[in-house]
């Protein structure tokens, strides 16, 4: 009986490695991330989440090419599927999305035209999402301090799709180099692939109590010239809607001393600098050159720079959450925690009447 559970999750696991290169990405999973960069809690995911163990699986099912509507028709809605709940964090706290590279990274010559950073990703953010929300509403529209279009949400981060350690096992050079480089056991979730994430922090005055959406938006377009097929090039954007049930009073916040746990296991941290930069960042976070980033015979990725927005107040990534409870097996150090009280406040600015 062992021996038949044993071939069976080898079987499991191999399955999750090899993966159709030609698949496109959407975020799979979201996590809390605790002060010392390592992911605790239970885990949240997307609306409408399908599982890759359900028996009807299929990529269909949760990629989706945004060309008017923002959301898959699934994810129309605040809705949630069988054994996939919403992530819950507290105001302020910093999380991780994660997703699959599924070659867009290691076997970058797959498709020609397409930027050396694969893409850049947008998080934007609000309270007030709507069904039938529409792209060109929202997609560098939406600024990071809520003034943009109809102002009903802010864009929380940018970064580089490729985090700068994330692949997809495969015969690519960029895939064995980081095999070598980011070694990390084969587990039930990922297979001996290491997914990509993209951390940012929620809003420090995010209502609690009430979802606070997230729209996950992987701009990947193709240049002008530089596919035969493709002479004007090609816009291509995929997206996922998710949402976070906010937890714990906003009048009360508990400030930790953040540190990264060098050397920790790559299964369940943070990506350093992506964590390095919420935590000590006075606002949202952008992407910025990484110098793990190596692509044999290229130029370092480049970094698509976000629209700049007027000069106001916008809501912050916090350095302050409630430690969460740690996953099993996952080391968390202790922190000394001050307590303050503040006056609660709006999550982003609103339109004016």
Partial sequence: MRGFISKGLQLL??????????????????????????????????????????ADYSDKSMTYLATDKLCKDTQQTQTQTAKSPRLQASPGAPIALRYQENGHVTLP????????????????????PKEGEKLADVHKVWNRDGTGGDKRGVLLSTQNFDDGRCYQVNGGPISKSRQA?????????????????????????????????LYWVWDWPTARGADPGLPDGKQEIYTTCM????????????????????????????????????M????????????????????SPSVSKPPSSPSRSSPVPSKSFPPPSPRPGATVTSFVTLIRT??????APSAAP
């Fill in 13 to 54: 696991l191999l399955s999750l490695t090899f993966t159709d290169t030609s698949a496109h990405s959407w975020v799979e999973q979201l996590t809390v991330i605790a002060p010392n960069g390592t992911f605790v809690g239970a885990p949240g995911y997307p609306r409408g989440n399908a599982l890759r163990t359900s």
């Fill in 109 to 128: 010559d797959t498709q020609k035209g397409k930027p050396q950073n694969r893409g850049t990703v947008y998080v934007y953010g609000t309270t007030n």
């Fill in 181 to 213: 480089q980011f070694p990390h056991p084969a587990d039930q979730l990922m297979g001996a692939d290491l997914w990509c994430q993209h951390d940012l922090a929620l809003p420090a005055n995010a209502p609690s109590g009430k979802p606070y959406t």
């Fill in 243 to 278: 949402d976070v049930d906010v937890t714990g009073g906003p009048q009360t916040k508990q400030l930790a001393a953040a540190k990264y746990i060098p050397d920790q296991p790559l299964n369940n941290a943070a990506i350093p600098a992506q964590f390095a930069q919420i």
């Fill in 280 to 299: 000590g960042s006075s606002g949202p976070s952008g992407p910025r050159p990484n110098p793990a980033v190596r692509y044999p015979g290229r130029t």
């Fill in 342 to 347: 503040v006056a609660p406040t709006g999550c």
